[in-house]
């Protein structure tokens, strides 16, 4: 391996951007160069303030300064617009997450890498991600079986949102949590069919406004359709201070599980599982891994759009494959 | 994709092999062309009848009718020889699983399926192989923290013949169990500092010869070195009849804990683990999983030996690459 180190810039400076800063600071190969943004450059306060800060309109003068840009916005409305784009100057890595617009995202960035000779990994983090190469290897090693996804006990920020838009909701939190009789149902091998209902609960963590009828708020979060209606969902009130106190964390975790039977119908039960203290830092923890990846195809000449599922594990660490057969095999 | 099957051929006919026919039957895109024996072929009777079974040395004539080559033998005296004499004529897939031997078996197969063109994945199983996976991905993913692996329960094959060759036991199985409090510890994040003793505890059931001394054999197996003398361990003396009916399964399984801190100090915690009702069923189930990423290997031309480690997810699956996308990610 080329010893001088994988320069890393990020694109993006919320909790992700953050938290690829830290992570980077782990990694024994490699040094974040700088942070685009879309604000003021003078207005961002970095946690290590030797890393410059630039305008994302000079994006196209510092490719040459990065190896790998690491595309840290949200999947809304920012990734599908900044994937295409910067994939033009840079081989990126993003945590795209709306999986259903995953192939025409996929579609879209690799078109533009292809052209320009770069390398883009997309949709990584935990899931899609981690969860998503586990669900590939259940069902791949033991055809004949049923997958199960949990997730929890974790904080949804699309869930959080919903509560606060309701009437009366000063603020407040959701987490989601699998129901662990039908975790241990599935552990065990019973391969049961289960709803949505019966799979997980939702709680919420709310402080009312003012004035506001907490029966009445109740009512109209547990009721929501999409969001809360196909749950058994329990509502607590509190003040803002236990909020402020006791909800700011951004706990995360869940289980993908394989239950079948190979092939003389021994019951075979493959889990992957999470318990994450900050979500985001675990994501970007994710992205930091697969840069190294992404700039190993760079080198070996490798261009077009990748996902988790397409890389080969020994890309994602610092040791050669010849160290990894001995230590890790 | 090509709709025509990947033809399959497995070398021995013991649990492994059988796991393998049983395996490759459950698989949408494989078809099973024969077995190789070192014994007299009309001696075998396979599971499937209208399978034709061959003498190993019919191995090189054969070479055009295989597109993977299954090796089912053993690892300490059948995978060091053939390994590299059947790389030459096959792409090949193998469960060689001495762990320290692995990079100077890499070595002598590499050179082998190098210079014949062909591929040969090796150490393909759950440990080496998935486990070794995800300890790779645990430290890549989170480089500060500690990696722990438990076994168990399962029955441990060394430590079986190991009982059985004491003087005055008749027949036994040996059992490797986790020490669930250490198991908790690791899963809570505390990374402790764990002793062989603190982690695993065996359990033996033993068969006496008529007129053995029961104090004089559990001594001798508590105390014996390597094997026991690291370990707590039990040993329970039952009759023929109980040892037939309730220890003749192979089940074994384990954990792989990766407890971290993401670059804030954040814990995050890692877990993979399988629960197995017969590990030559689950073993048989990867290798052929891991022939079909073999076969793609050959077919876009590489060459040469690779491990779990080199291989991307997606060419564990008969599905195609957008597919994956859409369904999985």
Redesign the interface.
């Known amino acids: 391996m080329d010893s001088s180190p994988i320069r890393i810039g990020i694109a993006g400076y919320g909790n992700l951007g ?2 690829a ?8 190969d490699m040094q974040l160069m700088g942070v685009f943004t879309r604000r003021n450059p003078a207005s961002l306060q970095l946690a290590d303030p030797s890393v410059p800060v630039w305008s994302i309109d000079e994006a196209a003068a510092r490719r040459d300064e990065i190896d790998v840009l690491i595309l840290c916005g949200g999947s809304k409305d920012d990734l599908p617009v900044q994937g295409p784009s910067l994939a033009q100057w840079y081989t990126t890595i993003d945590s795209f997450d709306t ?1 259903a617009k ?2 025409e995202y ?1 579609s879209s960035v690799d078109t533009v890498a292809r052209a320009h000779g770069n390398v883009s990994i997309l ?1 990584v983090g935990w899931d ?1 991600g ?1 969860f ?6 259940g ?6 079986g049923a997958t199960y996804t949990f997730w929890g006990k974790g904080l949804s920020q699309g869930h959080s949102d919903a509560i606060r838009r309701v009437p009366g909701v000063a603020a407040g939190v959701q987490y989601t949590l699998p129901v662990q009789d039908a975790v241990n149902q599935v ?1 065990a ?1 019973q391969q049961p069919q289960l709803s949505t209902r019966q799979k997980h609960t939702r709680e919420c963590f709310v402080v009312l406004q003012p004035g506001a009828d907490g029966d009445q708020v109740r009512q109209a979060i547990v009721t929501m359709p999409n969001y809360f209606a196909d749950y058994d969902t329990t509502v607590h009130f509190i003040d803002a201070d236990t909020l402020h106190r006791e909800h700011s964390g951004m706990p995360h975790g869940g289980f993908v599980i394989r239950s079948g039977q ?3 119908g ?13 979500n985001p ?2 994501t ?3 992205l930091v ?1 697969y840069a ?1 990846a992404a700039w190993r195809l760079k080198i070996a000449g490798e261009t077009g759009a990748r ?8 890309l ?3 040791k050669s ?2 160290d ?3 230590e ?2």
């Open positions: 953050r938290g800063q830290a992570a980077i600071a782990q990694q024994p999986h995953i192939p996929f949709a899609p981690l998503s190469i586990n669900r590939l290897m069902e791949a090693i033991l055809p004949q552990r091998g190979s092939g003389h021994d019951g075979q039960v493959m889990e992957f599982s999470l318990n994450l203290a900050s830092g675990f970007s923890s994710v891994a190294r996902t988790v599922l397409d890389i080969a594990p020994g994602l660490s610092p494959a010849a990894l057969r001995r890790l095999l």
